[in-house]
């Protein structure tokens, strides 16, 4: 690393930045107070447009490196080179950044309201889990359509089209490449995802129509009945819990897996508040010394799915090396996502569940098994919204007529769903205004998760991950998290799977 020491100042000048702006960050998402996101991330822009950093970083990449260096000065190389195309794309990078801050902050602070009534999102979730009115799920469920319209007022179709004018001035053939350039994936990485879709459909298909038969006597199931058959299946998933030991619980978990967390510095914020975003994130504010994480809990057992996921996400961040500034960079947000949704999916394994429903445990456990492939298939969906996605910053979108009318045709094309409104919820998923071309991280994320159970059985000569619980949070350790930066996330996946990164692992 010694080749590198005046970039590696550099990136730790960066980082520093970074730490602060998402310091920033979480006390405007958890209070809805801004003290000043955006000229954070203007000073940490300075960092990025600094003229001498960009030569050091330039006269880095002519060395003769290890090839770990080269993987350094790769990262810090993307991460700086567009700003130094032109002060108009600089600028335009600023005033998207102000825009969706500004857009964030409208997605944040807004309730919706049902017949009259406020309602905070996790109650809407919870219609949607117990109701037994079918009419009034289907409410519930559209009543997530309230932000669409204040979300275009606030200006959503300018961010998009701004986005789509940095793409044009930085020479990608649209937003979509752009990030996925950063994002160290290749275009070629959806192709033939149509296709997939299309192979797992019927049995999408099969499956709704099953649900919706026993569960609801009427199929298929639809999209607002999701949840409330998932409840039907497995009752134990809306139990009243106690969350003010969500600590013990968390913490008695992971150490199953080898992960000590009380070692870890982890900030939870779990309950709702005014004015808090109703989501749940992670912030991983200082590599290895700082990781927040923001949840909105009202006692259900379901929420530990939140909490798994996002505690997966520190766990990760704590794992790596602090001193590896750059490597850091460079960690994919497939692979992030990847192990929080496989954290995440222990909620539904008796070493996790085991604590709660003590003599009930072997019921809940079939009760569970019966969900599992449903919920996997149920993924599907999930392409359509990342074609969605992605659509925007491929069709011309002038109004929220025209963002409804791309939502509604993907979920056409790719799901054969006809239309049930014309204003389908889509602007509360904040994903669209904050992480564009990024939907696809939990996606791939899951069928990274999938590779890795299926790789680890292999290893150990078909015995499961429960068979050896410690010995799979060593390899998830060792293979995972603690190489996570030193590969893009596709030459990851063929290291450890010995193949190419494939949705075959999706078909279960
Ligand atoms: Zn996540």
């Not at 037994?132 to 932000?147: E, G, T, Y």
Request: hydrophobic fraction near 40%.
């Amino acid at each position: 690393m010694n080749d590198l020491k005046e970039v590696v100042e550099i990136a730790r000048a960066l980082h520093a930045r970074n730490v602060e702006h998402a310091r920033l960050s979480w006390v405007q998402y958890v209070t809805g107070y801004d003290f000043g996101v955006s000229q954070a991330y203007e000073k940490l822009t300075e960092v990025l447009k600094d003229k001498n950093n960009f030569e050091t970083i330039l006269a880095g990449r002519e060395k003769e490196l290890s090839s770990l260096d080269r993987r350094r000065i790769d990262i810090v190389y993307l991460a700086f080179k567009p700003y130094h195309f032109s002060p108009e794309l600089n600028e335009l990078d600023l005033e998207i950044e102000r825009k969706s801050v500004q857009l964030a902050q409208i997605l944040n602070t807004h309730r919706f309201v049902l017949d009259g009534r406020t309602v905070r999102s996790t109650e809407l979730t919870q219609i949607l889990r117990s109701e037994p009115d079918r009419a009034i799920r289907k409410k519930a469920f559209l009543a997530r359509a309230q932000v669409n319209q204040p979300l275009v007022d606030g200006g959503f179709i300018d961010l998009v089209k701004l986005r789509k004018e940095y793409a044009r001035l930085y020479g990608s053939a649209s937003f979509v490449e752009l990030k996925l350039e950063f994002d160290e994936l290749k275009p070629s990485v959806f192709v033939g995802w149509h296709e997939t879709a299309r192979t797992l459909l019927p049995s999408y298909e099969k499956r709704r129509m099953a649900i919706g038969e026993k569960y609801l006597k009427d199929a298929p199931a639809m999209p607002w009945d999701y949840l409330y058959v998932e409840a039907q299946m497995a009752p134990e998933l809306n139990s009243p819990v106690d969350m003010a030991k969500y600590d013990d619980v968390l913490q008695g978990f992971f150490f199953k897996l080898g992960f000590d967390i009380s070692k870890d510095n982890i900030t939870y914020d779990v309950f709702p508040r005014r004015n808090k975003s109703e989501w749940g994130y992670h912030f991983g504010i200082d590599t290895g010394a700082d990781s927040r994480i923001l949840a909105n809990v009202e006692n259900r057992f379901h929420e530990y799915g939140v909490l798994l996921h996002e505690t997966g996400h520190a766990i990760h961040t704590c794992s790596l090396d602090p001193q590896e500034t750059i490597l850091n960079m460079g960690t994919s947000g497939i692979v992030h996502e990847g192990f929080a949704n496989l954290m995440g999916q222990f909620l539904y394994e008796k070493e996790f569940f085991g604590q709660f429903f003590g003599s009930d445990t072997a019921r809940t456990q079939v009760a569970f098994d019966e969900l599992k492939p449903w919920l996997q298939i149920k993924k599907i969906r999930e392409v359509a919204s990342i074609f969605f996605d992605q659509g925007l910053y491929r069709t011309n979108i002038t109004s929220l007529d025209d963002v409804n009318g791309l939502f509604l045709e993907k979920h056409r094309s790719l799901l054969k769903e006809e239309p049930y409104t014309d204003n389908p919820p889509w602007a509360f998923r904040i994903h669209h205004t904050t992480h564009p071309i990024y939907l696809h991280s939990y996606f791939m994320g899951d069928v990274f998760a999938e590779m890795l159970k299926h790789h680890y059985c292999k290893l150990n000569r078909g015995a499961s991950v429960k068979d050896d619980f410690k010995g799979f949070g060593q390899f998830l350790l060792e293979a995972v998290l603690k190489p996570s930066g030193t590969y893009p996330f596709e030459e990851l996946f063929q290291r450890i799977s010995g193949e190419p990164f494939s949705l075959k692992y999706l078909a279960g």
